[in-house]
């Protein structure tokens, strides 16, 4: 159990364009689902979180419309990165958590995608 | 506020040994979670244990165990019989248990080498 899928894994695109992610809870309803920004060699950097039916709640320095974050059902969260720059190649990890407190709110995360702006 | 820090950034072991791997934290959330998770080189975050504040016993699955000392502030990973799989990047984090985001507050990561 507590599967999360995300797709695509690796995406390169040019500069200017804009790419979707999606990240699916696959055997369980998350009330929650974040998304991770990680460099290399370092830890995860907290870009949002987000709730379903409502807006994402942005970490500081997170630009919301520049990454735009949509979660639609309690199974799906997408984010879509809108005119890419290089700068903003990185990988991109989403998580979900049920949240009902205690070992519930164990985030489980996505295996990430490598987006690649050239 | 939270803080997790991970004082070793490379860990080596040989293979079928035990290793300990340190995580020390700051909070003023009187109830909160530990978390350690396995991240190898294909990039998956990987969920291995989990340890409330209020918990009496120390967490165990499988070959980890966390080995929690409150008024040390330290939650301690240990892999038993390492194996050659259990190379990665391991990481140790916190959220509160009130609140609604109870967002994860990371370390900076430990990397382990198994030795064969």
């Known amino acids: 159990g507590a599967v999360v899928s995300q797709h695509p894994s690796r995406v390169i695109c040019k500069s200017g364009t804009s790419v979707k992610i999606e990240c699916r809870s696959l055997?369980?309803?998350?009330?929650?689902m974040f998304w991770y920004r990680q460099f290399p060699k370092q830890s995860l950097m907290l870009m949002a979180t987000?709730?379903?039916?409502?807006?994402?709640?942005?970490e500081q320095g997170v630009e919301k419309d520049k990454f735009l974050i949509n979660h639609a059902s309690l199974t799906l969260s997408t984010l879509t990165v809108t005119s890419a720059h290089p700068e903003d190649s990185s990988f991109y990890i989403c998580?979900?958590?049920?949240?009902?407190?205690?070992?519930?709110?164990?985030?489980?995360f996505g295996p990430g995608t490598r987006l690649t702006v050239l | 506020a939270q803080k997790i820090t991970q004082t070793q950034p490379g860990m080596f072991v040989q293979e079928k040994e035990a290793v300990t791997l340190d995580c020390t934290y700051d909070?003023?959330?009187?109830?909160?979670?530990l978390f350690w998770y396995k991240q190898p080189s294909s990039g998956e975050m990987i969920f291995l244990i989990y340890?409330?504040?209020?918990?009496?016993q120390n967490a165990t699955e499988g070959r980890y165990s966390l080995n929690f000392q409150k008024a040390r502030k330290s939650a301690n990973l240990v892999i038993s019989a390492s194996q050659l799989g259990d190379s990665a990047m391991y990481f140790c984090?916190?959220?509160?248990?009130?609140?609604?985001?109870?967002?994860?507050?990371f370390g900076s990561g430990t990397q382990l080498t198994v030795l064969p």
């Open positions: 340890q409330g504040s209020y918990d009496q």
């Open positions: 055997d369980f309803q998350a009330t929650t």
């Open positions: 987000s709730n379903e039916g409502s807006k994402a709640t942005y």
């Open positions: 998580s979900a958590r049920v949240g009902a407190g205690g070992p519930t709110d164990t985030q489980y």
């Open positions: 984090a916190m959220s509160p248990t009130s609140g609604s985001a109870r967002q994860l507050t």
């Open positions: 909070t003023s959330d009187p109830s909160y979670g």
